[in-house]
């Protein structure tokens, strides 16, 4: 049985940090890329980052330089590093695992998805 367990989410105030970590069973993680996407209310679900089997790493316009994307193949867990968080960045936030090949952007590029942890930055 596949699972995809996200944690790290929280409360915090704006210009604060926060580490997701998407912990996964029941797959090869070293052979899946690693995606992350998140969804604020009323609107759609958005990508964020994506890492590849690699360490190469993708990151939405909206988040560069603020968020890092890391993998421990050993842990079989993938993690977000989000720093200098905005209100605006106040979302559910979804990890997904998929094929290293697939469009980093494109949910359909990924197999597997987690229940999502909430993140809410406070101005």
């Known amino acids: 049985q596949v699972q995809l367990v996200e944690s790290g989410g929280g409360l915090v105030q704006a210009g604060g940090s926060l580490r997701l970590s998407c912990a996964t069973s029941?797959?090869?993680?070293?052979?899946?890329?690693m995606g992350w996407y998140r969804q604020a209310p009323g609107k759609q679900r958005e990508w964020v980052a994506r890492i590849t089997v690699g360490s190469v790493t993708n990151y939405a316009e909206s988040v560069k330089g603020r968020f890092t994307n890391s993998r421990d193949n050993a842990k079989s867990t993938a993690y977000l590093q989000m720093t200098s968080l905005k209100p605006e960045d106040t979302a559910v936030y979804y990890c997904?695992?998929?094929?290293?090949?697939?469009?980093?952007?494109?949910?359909?590029?990924?197999?597997?998805w987690g229940q999502g942890t909430q993140v809410t930055v406070s101005s």
């Open positions: 997904a695992a998929g094929p290293n090949y697939g469009d980093y952007d494109n949910p359909h590029s990924y197999e597997y």
């Open positions: 029941g797959i090869i993680f070293s052979m899946k890329a």
